[in-house]
Nanobody
Framework: VQLVESGGGLVQSGSSLTLSCAAS????????IAWFRQAPGKEREGIAC????????DYVDDVKGRFTVSRDNAKHTVFLQMNSLKAEDTGVYSC?????????????????????WGQGTQVTVSS
């Protein structure tokens, strides 16, 4: 599976942005897709995911209520709708896919190794 992110850019605080993760070569519905963010000087962290076969979504507390992840299986694309952006949301956003990962951030210590990764797209939020 090849993943290509797009949609990043420079926006002002409070704005919205939608990122896309386009998958080629495979039926994206068969994979759990997660979005990761790496802020400057920080480790990469998972922030949102959608389970395979649309088995629900989950978010870390920091983005819950502001970000929405969705999937268009016909277009082999997963989206991350980001609203009410803050300066702290600045970073490189990457999507990752895995056929076996469970989409959850409610199990402390559970951090699956995603098999397929995109190259990332930069999001910069100015305050």
């Amino acid at each position: 599976v090849q993943l290509v992110e797009s949609g990043g850019g420079l926006v002002q605080s409070g704005s919205s942005l939608t990122l896309s993760c386009a998958a080629s070569g495979r039926d994206v519905s068969a994979y759990t897709i997660a979005w990761f963010r790496q802020a400057p000087g920080k480790e990469r962290e998972g922030i949102a995911c959608i389970g395979s076969e649309n088995r629900g979504t989950d978010y870390v507390d920091d983005v819950k209520g502001r970000f929405t992840v969705s999937r268009d299986n016909a277009k082999h694309t997963v989206f991350l709708q980001m609203n009410s952006l803050k300066a702290e949301d600045t970073g490189v956003y990457s999507c990752a896919a895995d056929p076996w990962a469970t989409c959850t951030y409610q199990s402390p210590g559970y951090s699956p190794d995603y098999v397929f990764w995109g190259q990332g797209t930069q999001v910069t939020v100015s305050s």
